[in-house]
């Protein structure tokens, strides 16, 4: 059963339009579900600041949720919400858990990213170098959370056309 990506209806087999809103169906592969595909550095500082930190907290969950609807099904792995991580988790282990968290979430965004043949390179060793090392000149987490949030986006994007 196939859906139109422009408005959702059901599609049948060999139908060239979508009957409901006359959208081109051929090669329609893309869910119908979009994921969002515009998160940024300055808007999650920005936002993060005016709302004490509520908006990074909702950014990071989406792309902890982002990932598991655009790979799981693919390398048959779920990451933890980020809230969870945050509240619960990490508080127990001491940050053990967030720092473990952030190893796997990069390395797993950096292999959809190649199942994909998406030409940005973005993995584990971007957290060490960038996160973790780069926090002594301070910019470096600055440049990871970029980092991150850019190759989020082009995942969600290819995903939104794709599926």
């Excluded at 920005?46 to 990932?67: H, K, P």
């Excluded at 993995?123 to 990871?144: E, K, M, Q, R, T």
Aim: proline content about 2%.
């Amino acid at each position: 059963m196939k859906y139109c990506s422009s408005c959702g209806a059901e599609i049948n087999e060999g139908a060239v339009v979508c009957i409901k809103c006359g959208c081109s169906v051929q090669n329609n592969n893309a869910p119908v579900g979009q994921l969002k595909t515009n998160k940024g550095l300055a808007k999650y500082i920005l936002l993060s600041i005016i709302t004490f930190g509520i908006y990074g907290l909702v950014v990071m969950s989406s792309v902890s949720n982002d990932v598991n609807i655009a790979a799981s099904r693919y390398d048959g792995k779920r990451t933890m919400h980020y809230c969870l991580l945050f509240f619960l988790v990490a508080p127990i282990t001491l940050g053990i858990a967030g720092i473990v968290w952030f190893h796997k979430i990069s390395n797993r965004i950096g292999n959809e990213l190649k199942r994909r043949n998406l030409a940005y390179n973005f993995s584990c060793a971007d957290y060490w170098l960038w996160n973790v090392l780069g926090s002594l000149i301070i910019v470096g987490p600055f440049i990871y959370y970029h980092k991150l949030f850019k190759a989020t986006n082009l995942m969600c994007a290819d995903y939104n056309a794709k599926g």
